[in-house]
């Protein structure tokens, strides 16, 4: 810890400084072309051991409680609402892919500043920043590590692609 502060201003300062970053990204991320997305990028690409999703599903049980979890277009009307998605043809389920990056994106860069916590908060409560961080963030990243596959597959099944 830098600097000493109370322990409820630490408090308020967290609850900010999380909000203030995940709001931040994710009004950073809706600016980012499609393009930029659309791009062959191995990061987004599955591991192997993924299983194109199969991982997840067996593991995780992923299809009981994805569903359950929020997605940006309740706060923000830019973003891609995947509950809104009537048509499969080819052009919406790219698009569908391509949110899908842009939302891992989102989580992974969310979690960055994770760190800094450790500035004003003492040793254990930077770790459990650190927890909050990967608590708040690893689901959204793994349902999208999820639906891509098998949005792939759908369109490579389709013939769309």
Request: glycine share 2%.
């Amino acid at each position: 810890m830098v600097f000493e502060l109370p322990n409820s201003l630490i408090i308020i300062f967290n609850i900010i400084a999380w909000l203030a970053i995940h709001l931040g990204v994710s009004l950073l991320a809706l600016q980012i072309p499609d393009h930029y997305f659309s791009r062959k990028n191995a990061w987004f690409n599955s591991f192997k051991w993924e299983k194109d999703g199969q991982f997840w599903e067996v593991s995780l049980h992923i299809r009981q409680w994805k569903d359950a979890l929020p997605d940006s277009s309740s706060i923000f009307k830019k973003a891609f609402n995947k509950k809104k998605v009537a048509r499969s043809d080819k052009a919406t389920l790219e698009k569908f892919v391509i949110e899908t990056q842009r939302a891992e994106w989102t989580h992974w860069v969310s979690m960055l500043p994770a760190p800094l916590f450790f500035i004003w908060n003492p040793v254990w409560a930077g770790w459990l920043m650190i927890l909050y961080a990967l608590i708040a963030n690893l689901p959204f990243i793994i349902i999208q590590r999820y639906n891509r596959p098998r949005l792939l597959k759908l369109i490579r099944m389709s013939g769309l692609r």
